[in-house]
């Protein structure tokens, strides 16, 4: 295929320029600091649920190893980290925002939350959520 080159390929010319090297050298160590702010959280959170790891584990229903290996990913899955908050007795909130205007988002393995919610916004009886009809947000 034209125009698809090996990645080792396209990481060797960005390397080879002392510009694009240092660019990519801090954005290592941005995603490294990133990732470690994130585990940090995560194990802050079980220990204030005053949780160990093996604890935490059989609440989930998995090994010690599997939650290590959840804890240090940096693409975790929405309803994983969901799992796991809920293992502690919380949950989680998503909220996407439009400038004033927020919309909780639900998480799709909540099937009749995600109903009952869509319901809510339609019928316009969310408390405390602002929602704006499409016209009137268009009108701006």
Same mark, same amino acid.
């Given at each position: 295929m034209s125009g698809h080159r090996p990645f080792s390929?396209? /990481?060797?010319? %960005?390397?080879?320029?002392?510009?694009?090297?240092? /660019?990519l050298t801090e954005m290592e160590r941005q995603a +490294?600091?990133?990732?470690?702010? @994130?585990?940090?959280?995560?194990? +802050?959170? /079980?220990? *204030?649920s005053a949780l160990?790891?093996?604890? $935490?584990?059989?609440? !989930?229903?998995? &090994?010690?190893?599997?939650?290590?290996?959840? %804890?240090?990913? *940096? +693409? $975790?899955? $929405? &309803?994983? $980290?969901? &799992? @796991?908050? %809920?293992? !502690?007795?919380g949950d989680l909130e998503l909220i996407a925002r439009f400038g004033d205007m927020r919309l909780p988002l639900v998480i799709a393995d909540d099937l009749a939350a995600a109903t009952e919610t869509e319901t809510r916004i339609r019928d316009g009886v969310d408390a405390g959520v602002e929602h704006v009809p499409v016209a009137a947000r268009e009108a701006s």
């Open positions: 390929e396209l /990481r060797a010319k %960005i390397v080879a320029n002392p510009e694009r090297a240092a /660019r +490294d600091a990133e990732q470690g702010a @994130y585990d940090r959280l995560l194990a +802050d959170v /079980r220990h *204030a160990t790891q093996e604890q $935490l584990g059989r609440t !989930m229903g998995i &090994s010690h190893t599997q939650l290590a290996l959840i %804890i240090h990913q *940096a +693409d $975790l899955y $929405l &309803s994983t $980290l969901q &799992s @796991y908050l %809920i293992a !502690m007795g």
